[in-house]
Structure formats: structure tokens, C-alpha cells
């Protein structure tokens, strides 16, 4: 009990350096898919594509039959996405990290399944898988 009443400085560091640490972990929330399962949802045909990073990303490669809605832009956009809101939404990015915060804004405008594609469209591409321009 001593120790800690004298360290409580350094204990307070270390705890709060913790916490630091996790926070990215513990702030992405929602459902990530990996490239293989995204690959099933998509030969199922119960998903819509979503790619939320720029148009001139997007001209440079992306997923088959995806819809380009870039982030900034999704907010006034995802009225295009209106009738595929029965299907499963998965949100691509180039890392997929930016993708969170567009699957979010889907969820809240009633899409019931929404997904992140795991590690974005560099994930996709490592893994070999098609690419269309």
C-alpha cells in the first residue's frame, strides 16, 4: 500500500498510457469482414458496395459494381442507397479505417446490416482479388 501512495504519479502515468493505447482498438465499432468473407456476401448477391474514398481513388481501381459516395459527400448522397437498404452495406475505404465513421452514417439512416470491408481496398488488393477500373 505504501508503494502505491508513493508512485501514485507514475502509476497515474502508466494507467492513463494504457488507456491511450486502447483507445483506437475499443473506438472502431461495428462489423468488419475480412476480403473472404466479403467475397461470399458479394457471389451471394445480397450486398451493396460502397466505396467512400474519392473519385480519383476510386477511377484508379475498385471493387466490382461499386457505388462511389465519397465520405465528405455521404450525408447528402446515401439517398442514392435508398433501395438497396434490405441488403447488407459493405463500406470500403482505402485502409479501412475512414470507413467507420460512413458504416455509422448508413446504420443511422436505417440500413439493418452494414459492414466494413477489414483493412480497406489494400486488404482486397493483397489478396489478389479482382480490381475492375
Not at 504519479?9 to 498510457?17: C, D, H, P, Q, T
Not at 443511422?108 to 482479388?129: C, H, N, P, R, S
Amino acid at each position: 500500500m505504501k508503494f502505491i501512495l508513493d508512485h501514485i504519479f507514475l502509476i497515474a502515468i502508466a494507467a492513463l498510457s494504457g488507456g491511450a493505447l486502447l483507445f483506437p482498438a475499443l473506438a472502431q465499432r461495428g462489423k468488419k469482414a475480412s476480403p473472404q468473407a466479403v467475397t461470399l456476401l458479394i457471389n451471394r448477391g445480397k450486398a451493396t458496395i460502397v466505396d467512400v474514398r474519392d473519385a480519383a481513388a476510386f477511377a484508379e481501381g475498385h471493387l466490382p459494381d461499386a457505388k462511389n459516395i465519397p465520405a465528405s459527400e455521404l450525408d447528402n448522397r446515401k439517398g442514392e442507397l435508398d433501395k438497396f437498404k434490405n441488403r447488407t452495406a459493405i463500406v470500403v475505404c482505402q485502409k479501412g479505417a475512414r470507413a467507420f465513421g460512413a458504416a455509422k452514417k448508413l446504420e443511422a439512416a436505417g440500413f439493418a446490416d452494414v459492414v466494413v470491408l477489414e483493412g480497406g481496398i489494400e486488404a482486397w488488393k493483397t489478396q489478389g482479388l479482382p480490381i475492375t477500373k
